[in-house]
């Protein structure tokens, strides 16, 4: 695909669709109309979600499909679009994977809530036995 403003779009549009229909395949219970792609070139978060989605999955998304990342520029822009909620850099390149970024502080708390949850899980199973 050659290098044209069209192209950079097209490559943008197909990150921000495939965040979207992920965020959607966890949450079978929204619908296309909570979580869309918006159009390229709209100021604002990349994936909008519903208010119904934004308490689901409270993150304001910034998707970024290029081969070269200015990660600072980049974070920047996220925190400046993220409204009240999380903000998340998604990024791909070219023959890689897909990673996101958030604030290393959010990421504990993520990970906090997820032993919390296990060592529910645990004792609740323990007490059915």
């Known amino acids: ?11 943008g549009r197909r990150l921000q669709q495939y965040v979207a229909k992920e965020i959607l395949k ?3 219970e ?7 792609s918006t159009p390229m070139g709209v100021t604002g978060e990349d994936v909008q979600l519903s208010e ?3 308490a689901l ?5 910034e998707c970024k499909n290029k081969e070269s990342l200015s990660i600072w520029a980049e974070l920047k822009q996220c925190e400046q679009d993220s409204r009240d909620l999380t903000p ?15 604030e290393f502080e959010y ?3 993520l990970l906090e ?12 199973e323990s007490c059915s036995k």
């Open 1 to 11: 695909m050659a290098n044209t403003v069209q192209a950079r779009k097209q490559k």
């Open 88 to 102: 998340l850099l998604v990024f791909h390149r070219n023959n890689s994977k897909t990673y996101c970024s958030m």
């Open 107 to 109: 990421f504990m708390k």
């Open 57 to 61: 999955f409270p993150y304001s998304v």
């Open 113 to 124: 809530e997820m032993e919390a949850l296990k060592d529910y899980k645990y004792r609740y």
């Open 26 to 28: 966890l949450f079978p």
């Open 30 to 36: 929204l619908t296309e109309r909570d979580v869309r």
């Open 52 to 54: 119904k989605a934004s």
